[in-house]
């Protein structure tokens, strides 16, 4: 069965350095996603991704967070000078797109620990 | 705004018996649909059940079922039979057509034996 895939697993960064989460979405999906969730609450929208543009975005989302589809199949999120506060775990989930009602698949996620 | 609201922080079972966890929410768009998630200490995210607001039938799978109340905006999700497996956080969720999933805040099930 087609599956979300993320990696790292877990990513141990310095305070201040840049980094790249990366998700292979399901090969026919058309709408990308990604999540986060601080240790113990709930889980936060950041960004939805469609047609190679950014379709929505929280505030949470500010100037030091991007995302990228690089070359048809990775859905990148890139956090630019990393904080304490970004430690948490971060899922992407895609969707088929078309049709009525498309599930969200949720890849297994990224643990970010920001030192 | 889409708001999602779990009052029950904490909720504990006896294997074999019966539990509802509950949610509530709002939502200003006629077409949305709900879903329950549920996170094992692995934090995978794991989709429960799912509900479409234009239908009026409850969603049930297997031992898990929901209690939709439309003009209430609530959506409870009932599970039967407990088992030590379903021991887990477990997300209400809604999403507007197309749009991002709107998480609650959870309620952590605790399952004894």
């Known amino acids: 069965e087609p599956e979300v895939t993320q990696t790292p697993s877990h990513q141990v960064t310095q305070m201040g350095q840049e980094v790249i989460l990366r998700c292979v979405p399901i090969s026919n999906h058309l709408y990308f996603y990604w999540y986060r969730q601080i240790l113990g609450q709930k889980v936060e929208f950041l960004v939805s991704?469609?047609?190679?543009?950014?379709?929505?975005k929280s505030e949470i989302f500010d100037d030091q967070f991007s995302v990228e589809r690089p070359d048809g199949s990775n859905f990148t999120l890139k956090i630019r000078s990393t904080k304490l506060e970004d430690s948490a775990m971060y899922f992407c989930?895609?969707?088929?797109?078309?049709?009525?009602?498309?599930?969200?698949?949720f890849g297994p996620g990224t643990r970010l620990t920001v030192l | 705004a889409q708001t999602v609201t779990q009052s029950q922080p904490e909720m504990s079972v006896q294997e074999a018996e019966t539990v509802t966890l509950s949610c509530t929410y709002d939502?200003?768009?006629?077409?949305?649909?709900l879903f329950w998630y549920k996170q094992p200490p692995s934090r995978q995210m794991i989709l429960v059940i799912r509900q479409e607001a234009y239908k009026q039938q409850n969603a049930t799978e297997n031992r898990f079922s929901v209690n939709f109340q439309k003009a209430a905006k609530s959506f409870s999700l009932k599970i039967s039979d407990s088992q030590l497996g379903d021991a887990a956080m477990y997300f209400c969720a809604s999403m507007e057509y197309g749009n991002k999933l709107v998480f609650g805040a959870g309620t952590i099930l605790r399952v004894k034996s």
């Open positions: 989930a895609s969707r088929a797109g078309t049709g009525g009602y498309n599930e969200q698949f």
């Open positions: 991704f469609y047609n190679n543009e950014i379709s929505e």
């Open positions: 939502t200003s768009e006629s077409d949305y649909y």
